[in-house]
């Protein structure tokens, strides 16, 4: 693997690989065990997008593995106004031994790449979340003990964060329903292995993993009106959770929107995972890393 822009960049085994590398940091870590495997590595990380998860696992994850991560607001880099993609590439590519790009375009990111002598890492794009839906099977084989066979539902938005658990879904043998209103969801249908059930009390049906992202992505805020209205029926709600299996859990990648695409009660409920996913960032990203740069 030269980069990590889109989970297709894994064969599914090299998937498989990163999964267990990644539960046994998680475990290592317990026990109070980091080392060193990284020592006097730099990352850097440009951010076009705010974020809480993904600047912070990545930060405190070089930290674990004996080296550093430098924060570049993008405001300063100017990446694409200041300076050509390009050009920010190939210098940040003589300083620093990875990049961690949060990008607007998913473009700018497959360009940063074509240009960088370093590893990428897409830390998301309007495209994919590749380290989001490493961390989300990472947290779905912690609760059900398995990945195959294991019937995962999302409802709402086929966005960025989807789009990754599609791919990674497919790879590892994950049963995924995708379930949102037919005006948006073009690509869902498009992707053979994922069933498409645009009617959410049906898709939910007997499902072991629930799952639920904002109806607003970042960027897109111009467009909540219409999306709010769009969406509505998608709510994750008690009454919707109790069609899924007695022992399903429910999963979001955070920021949550609470009684917009999940209510409060099902957010705060023994079901949610929501910050096993969170703290999974950590445990993957540190898997990436190393075998991106070891
Ligand atoms: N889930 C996620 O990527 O969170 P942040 O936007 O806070 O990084
Ligand atoms: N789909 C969301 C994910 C945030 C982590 C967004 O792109 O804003």
């Not at 929107?257 to 996913?277: G, W």
């Amino acid at each position: 693997m030269h980069h990590f822009l889109n989970i297709s960049d894994c064969s599914p085994e090299q998937l498989l690989d990163l999964l267990d590398f990644a539960h046994q940091l998680k475990a290592d870590l317990r026990q109070g065990k980091t080392e060193p495997l990284l020592a006097g590595k730099i990352l850097g990380m440009i951010f076009q997008k705010p974020s809480n998860r993904t600047r912070i696992s990545f930060e405190v994850g070089m930290a674990h593995l004996g080296g550093r991560a430098i924060y570049l607001r993008d405001e300063e880099v100017g990446m694409g106004t200041r300076e050509p993609v390009w050009d920010v590439s190939r210098t940040l590519s003589r300083y620093v031994d990875a990049v961690m790009i949060r990008a607007k375009s998913h473009d700018d990111i497959d360009v940063f790449a074509q240009f960088s002598s370093v590893p990428i890492i897409n830390g998301l794009s309007d495209l994919s979340h590749p380290c989001q839906a490493l961390a989300d099977m990472m947290t779905i084989r912690e609760h059900k003990g398995r990945l195959k066979g294991v019937k995962l539902c999302y409802l709402g938005d086929v966005n960025n964060v989807c789009m990754s658990l599609m791919t990674a879904a497919a790879f590892l043998g994950v049963e995924m329903t995708v379930s949102c209103p037919k005006d948006y969801a073009p690509m869902a249908e498009a992707f053979p292995p994922i069933n498409f059930v645009e009617d959410p009390r049906v898709a939910i049906q007997g499902a072991d993993v629930v799952y639920t992202d904002t109806w607003v992505s970042m960027g897109q805020e111009e467009q909540a009106e219409d999306r709010i209205a769009a969406f509505k029926g998608y709510q994750v709600n008690a009454d919707l959770m109790s069609l899924a299996a007695p022992d399903a859990i429910f999963m979001h990648c955070l920021p949550a929107r609470r009684e917009m695409e999940v209510t409060n009660e099902v957010m705060e409920s023994l079901q949610s995972v929501v910050f096993d996913q969170a703290e999974n960032r950590l445990h993957a990203q540190k898997a990436i890393l190393v075998n991106l740069l070891k």
